[in-house]
């Protein structure tokens, strides 16, 4: 009875470390954009106020990438995991990586617009942070399912 209170507490905090550690390695990834959009000369100043919009335009594709709908394969993978008691790393890193990786092309169903060079873009950057979550995940809670 102690180990399942024991494992009802450790698997959301596990979750939720493992979410932060997944945004990390997507914002450090993203840095990128950041940086190609604000490398514009400052000699047209026209020039660098459109980088700069067409920046914030990005965030907010971003911005709907990292709904709450990225979550949900993230969880079933869990659940799927504590219930089969699945303790391989391998389960968890390319299972959250391929979790990630579904969410642009996810979004691109569900959206009205064409965003899909986007997905191509930022596709690498979503499997990356999955594996890194997936792992962070799998030391906590995952290889003591």
């Given at each position: 009875?102690?180990?399942?209170?024991?494992?009802?507490i450790l698997i959301p905090i596990a979750f939720i470390l493992a979410f932060f550690a997944s945004a990390a390695v997507f914002m450090v990834l993203g840095y990128e954009y950041?940086?190609?959009a604000t490398a514009i000369s400052t000699d047209d100043p026209e020039a660098l106020i459109e980088g700069w919009w067409n920046l914030a335009g990005e965030a907010r594709t971003m911005a709907a990438y990292l709904t709450g709908t990225t979550i949900l394969p993230a969880v079933l993978l869990v659940i799927v995991g504590e219930a089969a008691s699945?303790?391989?790393?391998i389960y968890y890193v390319v299972g959250?990586?391929?979790?990630?990786?579904?969410?642009?092309?996810l979004y691109?169903?569900?959206?009205?617009?064409?965003?899909?060079?986007?997905?191509?873009?930022?596709?690498?950057?979503?499997?990356?942070?999955?594996?890194?979550?997936?792992?962070?995940y799998w030391l906590i809670a995952g290889r003591l399912a």
């Open positions: 009875m102690l180990h399942l209170i024991g494992r009802i950041i940086a190609e699945i303790r391989s790393s959250a990586g391929l979790a990630l990786a579904a969410m642009p092309f691109d169903l569900s959206s009205t617009s064409d965003i899909s060079d986007t997905a191509r873009d930022v596709l690498p950057m979503f499997a990356t942070a999955g594996f890194a979550g997936g792992f962070v």
